[in-house]
Nanobody, 115 residues
Framework: QVQLVESGGGLVQAGGSLKLSCTSGGSIFSFSSMGWHRQAPGKQREMVARITSGGGTNYADSVQGRFTISRDNAKNTVYLQMNSLKPEDTAVYYC?????????WGQGTQVTVSS
């Protein structure tokens, strides 16, 4: 069983920055990929950023150039550095892991960007 715990959400003004962390209860070395998704009220959950076990990354067009995903295998943690935040980035952010073709999710952390 994979357990993912997010932290780092909060309230920030537009143009500000936040850094989210997602820590696994076990090693993330064998995870095929990890990433961040978000869900705003009344909207579908969408992929924000993803990083593979080989270190490859991809981002949603809406966050390209503003967000950076990284992973620290030694700390079993994936990060999402979010800069130049906009009100439309407001959502619950969920950590995701793909392990042995199974999807695992964290409980989510709220990010609110005020204008």
């Amino acid at each position: 069983q994979v357990q993912l715990v997010e932290s780092g959400g909060g309230l920030v003004q537009a143009g500000g920055s936040l850094k989210l962390s997602c820590t696994s209860g076990g090693s993330i070395f064998s995870f095929s990929s990890m990433g961040w998704h978000r869900q705003a009220p009344g909207k579908q959950r969408e992929m924000v950023a993803r990083i593979t076990s080989g270190g490859g990354t991809n981002y949603a067009d809406s966050v390209q150039g503003r967000f950076t995903i990284s992973r620290d295998n030694a700390k079993n943690t994936v990060y999402l550095q979010m800069n130049s935040l906009k009100p439309e980035d407001t959502a619950v952010y969920y950590c995701h892991a793909l392990y042995r073709w199974e999807n695992y999710w964290g409980q989510g952390t709220q990010v609110t960007v005020s204008s």
